[in-house]
């Protein structure tokens, strides 16, 4: 598992006149964002203490310290933020957070490298990982079930995985 900051959300800008920001969760419980302790951004420069004021269309209107104004509030939009791993929960054995997914090296049943994961993806009806390696034009979309993925070996760095012979031809 990775020590590195994991990214939890993001600002989308302003939230009207009076310093609130439009605050995007990425969290497993949206709400949860603000519970994690001071959020920084990506080069871990700036601090965010974070109090979310009330839900609103694709996440939460938030104060947060030191921002007062439309303009300070206009000036986040689009920093990410993130938590430390260790300030995030731990996970049953059969779930993971998709940091940790990421980059792991994917072989199929019989031990061919199929490549490397390169992202995960939620589009509403389960998660799919996108698979990138040699010999593949674009990358590969696999559904990330226990049929397809029976096998995460986080300590190993792989994933086994059974696709479907079409997605990735010998």
């Known amino acids: 598992m990775s020590d590195a900051r994991i990214c939890v959300g993001a600002f989308g800008g302003a939230f009207g006149v009076k310093g609130e920001v439009r605050l995007k ?5 949206p709400e949860a964002i603000a519970d994690y302790g001071p959020l920084h951004d990506e080069a871990g420069a700036r601090v965010f203490e974070v109090e ?4 609103i269309n ?17 000036a986040l ?3 990410r933020l993130f938590v430390d791993r260790a300030a995030l929960p731990s996970l049953p054995d ?4 998709h940091a940790d997914l990421i980059g792991l090296e994917v072989v199929d049943t019989g031990g061919r490298v199929l490549g490397r994961v390169s992202a995960v993806h939620n589009h509403g009806a389960g998660d799919l990982i996108e698979v990138s390696g040699a010999g593949l034009k674009t990358p590969a979309l696999l559904p990330f079930t226990r049929a397809v993925v029976p096998t995460i070996d986080l300590a190993a760095g792989r994933i086994v995985a059974d696709p479907p012979e079409e997605v990735f031809p010998e």
């Open 52 to 55: 979310i004021t009330r839900p």
């Open 94 to 97: 059969d779930e993971f957070y």
């Open 25 to 29: 969760s990425f969290t497993a419980a």
């Open 58 to 74: 694709n996440g939460f209107a938030a104060r947060v310290t030191g921002v007062a104004s439309k303009e300070q509030a206009d």
């Open 77 to 79: 939009r689009g920093v």
